[in-house]
């Protein structure tokens, strides 16, 4: 089995590829930080190999599938930093680095692998259960992660056989945070994981578990999987 996971230098994708190589996998990371590739493969093995490439560069994502030849599944988690604020803060430039930083990459990316993904295997957009979240200021976040949710369904039946999914992550504990700083970071997860079902917050390797069922069940297609420690039960 051969598997890319485009942004899977940290975090999520990162984990999902110490899962998939865990699993005897080829795994092919992509991450635009050279040093942060580097290090990946150096953390996952033998079985993986990485390249430095922007997935908002579709020329050089094309190029990059080329040489890597047939393969079975592609995971995207490519994501832009930002993006939560009131409506009456939001500005076009703001916008505009949401589409061009996630919603652009997800798309052109599937698109760009489709020549040479098998057409048994599957395509795995990670969005955020932001999508569908009554909360202020995630209106532009919503917009984005809920635009690719949304084509799930209808790729799923237009590239038939290949099974499209997506995996809609809540709050999850990885460096997306760190922008606020250490201190409040920590108070913010605490306070999170305080106010959830379960009772904290996810963990990079609790959705790289929900991207390795979507794409090894081969009976699932058109899913969009929540993964948010029961945060959308939430009054």
Partial sequence: MRV?????????????AARFASEGAEVLVTGRSEERVRAAVKQ?????????VDARDTGAMRELFARFGAFDHLIITVTARGGAAPLSALTREGLLAG??????????????????????GSITFVTAASAGAALPGVAA???????????VPGLAVELAPIRVNAVSP?????????EIGEEARAAFLESAGAA??????GTADDVAAAIAF?????YTTGTVLTVDGGGRLKA
């Fill in 99 to 120: 589409v061009e930083g996630k919603l652009l990459p997800h798309l052109l990316t599937a698109q760009a692998a489709l020549p040479t993904l098998s057409p048994q």
């Fill in 196 to 201: 959830l079902p379960v009772r904290r917050v």
């Fill in 214 to 218: 979507v794409a090894g069940n081969g």
């Fill in 4 to 16: 890319v996971i485009v942004g899977g230098t940290s975090g999520i994708g990162l984990a999902a």
């Fill in 141 to 151: 976040l919503a917009a984005v992660n809920g635009a690719i949710e949304a084509a």
């Fill in 44 to 52: 996952l093995g033998d079985q993986a190999r990485g390249e430095a």
């Fill in 170 to 178: 809540g709050v999850i504990d990885t460096d997306w945070w760190s």
